[in-house]
């Protein structure tokens, strides 16, 4: 099982400021099976970027992805109030699905 | 729209039986692969089991192999999770969860697109 740990735990930013999240993976994911989700208090988590770098429709070019092999990374240009959440990324391996802890991005 | 409703949570001993099931509406059902996924605030998010589209393939996470049942029925569009021999450490929000490909796409990303709203369970004496 591939695990997945996420970097920082929790982000204190301001609005508009830039976030970076990383994602650091046991071994190494294929690039079409690296996926970054979003979730807010009380909601389901809902997708933002697959495949590494594609945003899902209807989200901000602001949330970029990035990354190969074991390291990946989340990028939120400049931070809007509503993007204060918890951000998971998860692979697809082996038949096989796993998630990281998550990293929060509470305002500072 | 896509709608993922799960029903069957509730609070149940250690070493007893649970069944989710999960409504599906609003996309071809029977073209996506299902899954169910928990959440507990210790834990986070935990992949749980899948099914493929057709029945054809199932797979767990290795804590609850032999434990639970995935199966679904493609004519009534239902998921559903037999959950046997129930631990305290089974207690989580279990979510339906839509597999993003679908069967001819011709490309696996294995991510989820689609989440119910989730429903609890609780094991505890």
């Known amino acids: 099982e591939i695990v997945l740990t996420q970097s920082p735990g929790t982000l204190s930013l301001s609005p508009g400021e830039r976030a970076t999240l990383s994602c650091r993976a046991s071994q190494s994911v294929g690039s079409n099976f690296l996926t970054w989700y979003q979730q807010k208090p009380g909601q389901a988590p809902r997708f933002l970027i697959y495949?590494?770098?594609t945003r899902a429709t209807g989200i901000p070019d602001r949330f970029s992805g990035s990354g190969s092999g074991t390291d990946f990374t989340l990028t939120i240009s400049r931070l809007d109030p509503e993007d204060f959440a918890v951000y998971y990324c998860?692979?697809?391996?082996?038949?096989?699905?796993?998630f990281g802890q998550g990293t929060k991005v509470e305002i500072k | 729209q896509v709608q993922l409703v799960e029903s069957g949570g509730g609070v149940v001993q250690p070493g007893r039986s649970l069944r989710l099931s999960c409504a599906a509406s609003?996309?071809?059902?029977?073209?996506?692969?299902m899954h169910w996924v928990r959440q507990t605030p210790g834990k986070g998010l935990e992949w749980v089991a899948n099914i493929w589209h057709d029945g054809s393939n199932k797979n767990y996470v290795d804590s609850v192999r032999g434990r639970f049942t995935i199966t679904r029925d493609n004519s009534k569009n239902t998921v559903d999770l037999q959950m046997n021999s129930l631990r305290a450490e089974d207690t989580a929000m279990y979510f339906c969860?839509?597999?993003?490909?679908?069967f001819g796409s011709g490309t696996y990303f294995g991510f989820f697109d689609h989440w119910g709203q989730g429903t609890l369970v609780t094991v505890s004496s």
């Open positions: 969860v839509r597999d993003a490909s679908y």
């Open positions: 609003g996309f071809s059902f029977s073209s996506h692969g």
């Open positions: 998860q692979q697809y391996g082996s038949s096989s699905w796993t």
């Open positions: 495949a590494t770098s």
